[in-house]
Every structure is written in C-alpha cells, then in structure tokens.
C-alpha cells in the first residue's frame, strides 16, 4: 500500500470520526421522542443538503483533494445512515407497517435528492 493510499485512509478515518460523532449527537438531541425513525430521516436529509453544500463550495474554490476526501467521504459517509436507513425500513416491514415503512422510504429519497439539490444549485448561485 502506498504512502498517498495510507494518507488517504488517515484523511477519511478522521474525517468519519467526526461525521459518526455528529449522528451520535443528532440522535440523542431528545426532539422526537426517541424514534429513530425521524432522527434518521432528519441526518440523511440534512447530510444530503450538506454534501450538496459542500460539493458546490469545494468545487468553486478548486479545493485539494483531501477536502473532498475528509468532508464528503469521511465526515459526511460517517455522518449519513443509509444502512441504517434500510434496517429502519426493514424492521418497520416486519412489525407490519408497510405504509410507514412506504412513506419512511420516500419521504428520505425525496428529501435526499431535494436536500442535495437545494445545498448545491442554492450554494452554486449564491457564489455566482
């Protein structure tokens, strides 16, 4: 393995500390009573709204790679919970509400997409 490989690594490892630190502190914040269902759906939409930020700011400020690597794969990979998005859903199956687990499922997609579009072509214009 290469030094660049390792220092890569290094970049991402610190960078999903954090993201993974922030989930933990979103998901014990006491808002929503202790369904993680909603603290799920409020970290991946607001981590899609932040990549999309991120992205946009990064790419306008012709950023060095490593930002990239510890903001949106590090910090944000740490951060957003789509394996734990799919068990969500899964397990809302298996308790016999697949409506919640329908409207679990898209209201996460399209607060995704739409949160990721919103931070990128809001961020893209306001630089412009």
Known sequence: MSLQVL???AVVAAGGA?????????EHIGIFDNDKYYY?????????ILIGVLWA???HWNADRMWYLFLLT???GGYTTYSAFTLDAMELVQQ???LRALFYIAV???GGLGGCALGL???ERLLK
């Open 7 to 9: 220092a890569d690594l």
């Open 18 to 26: 954090i993201g993974c630190m922030s989930r933990y502190g979103v």
């Open 74 to 76: 590090g910090t944000l």
């Open 121 to 123: 072509f809001g961020t």
């Open 96 to 98: 016999g509400r697949a």
């Open 57 to 59: 700011l990064l790419h």
């Open 108 to 110: 996460t997609f399209i």
């Open 40 to 48: 799920t759906v409020a970290i991946n939409i607001s981590g899609c």
